[in-house]
């Protein structure tokens, strides 16, 4: 038994309604289940626990995806629970209905509802990696300082009217005015070693996932099942080398001025303010963030061909 966990904005898509039917008419066992308040999509995965349901699939935006990776995330992989014959964490699935709907895409999952359905519930789950910020569980980035304002304060209409690159031309605009964090970033490497930044900064990307900000590959080398962060962080810059800048982000294998990327196991950023922290389109505030990865933490349904999974 598959169980679909609904946005309630796209309840009321009729493709959708129509998917389901087809995939029930062909003998798949598809619950349906719509949010519609705080703590729904936990008190779902709680009922599907109990009725044995072996995979679930988030239908929504990148919020939705990463509220149902948390929630799976802060289970046991293993229980015992007397109401269910099922002692395993059900596997996860997507079925991306957002604006930008970045960890889909770099995943390589449909966007066609009717394929995305059929591989959703008959595709095979792979063990991926989820980071984690302080006490709380993402799957694909983390954005701090003005990369989560950009998040927070891009218009809705602009994002309706534009699509991801709304993210993108909100975040250029704001970068030129944006009051630069002065803080400590310090990091254990992917081979060990410690490395320490001091100074002023305006963003800071701690990655799981490889795309953000409306399409935007902020880590193009990222691997869900590597055990690694890939981190990328944008020093403060004069308004005249912005076009450098730009170029920078652009290009992962340039060697910045302003643009550092490095992969780590641990990060752990200090900043003299409260810094913005943007998890998956869920934000946050804290004057220190620590960020940690947990290997193979839950099972996520992904294309036989997917691009961000390594080869073992």
Not at 92 to 103: E, K, Q, R, S, W
Not at 155 to 182: C, D, H, R, W
Not at 243 to 272: C, H, N, W
């Amino acid at each position: 038994m598959k169980m679909l966990i609904l946005n309630g904005k796209k309840a009321g898509l009729a493709e959708i309604r129509q998917s389901v039917y087809r995939l029930r008419s062909k003998g798949h066992d598809l619950l349906v289940r719509c949010t519609w308040e705080n703590g729904d999509i936990a008190r779902f995965v709680d009922e599907a626990i109990k009725l044995n349901v072996t995979r679930i699939i988030a239908g929504g935006g990148d919020g939705t995806v990463n509220e149902l990776a948390d929630t799976l995330a802060k289970l046991p992989q293993e229980f015992d629970n007397s109401d269910s014959s099922c002692n395993t964490l059900p596997e996860m699935a997507i079925l991306p209905l957002g604006t930008a709907n970045d960890f889909a895409t770099a995943c390589g999952i449909p966007t066609q509802i009717d394929a995305t359905l059929e591989l959703a519930v008959q595709g095979m789950a792979q063990s991926i990696d989820l980071a984690m910020a302080n006490d709380r569980y993402f799957i694909n980035v983390a954005s701090a300082g003005f990369g989560a304002q950009v998040t927070v304060d891009t218009p809705v209409e602009l994002k309706n009217l534009l699509g991801g690159q709304a993210y993108f031309i909100s975040g250029l605009l704001q970068a030129m005015k944006f009051t630069p964090y002065e803080g400590k970033v310090t990091a254990k490497g992917a081979d060990g070693n410690r490395l320490s930044l001091h100074g002023a900064g305006l963003m800071g990307a701690i990655c799981n996932g490889r795309m953000a900000g409306g399409g935007q590959q902020l880590a193009p080398n990222a691997y869900l099942n590597d055990g690694l962060l890939d981190v990328l962080l944008l020093e403060h810059f004069p308004p005249t080398a912005l076009k450098q800048v730009v170029d920078e982000l652009l290009d992962p294998a340039m060697d910045g001025d302003y643009v550092q990327r490095f992969q780590a196991t641990e990060v752990e950023i200090q900043s003299k303010q409260p810094l913005p922290v943007n998890l998956d389109g869920e934000p946050t505030s804290d004057v220190k963030h620590k960020f940690s990865i947990l290997p193979a933490r839950i099972k996520l349904v992904l294309p036989n061909d997917t691009p961000i999974l390594m080869s073992v």
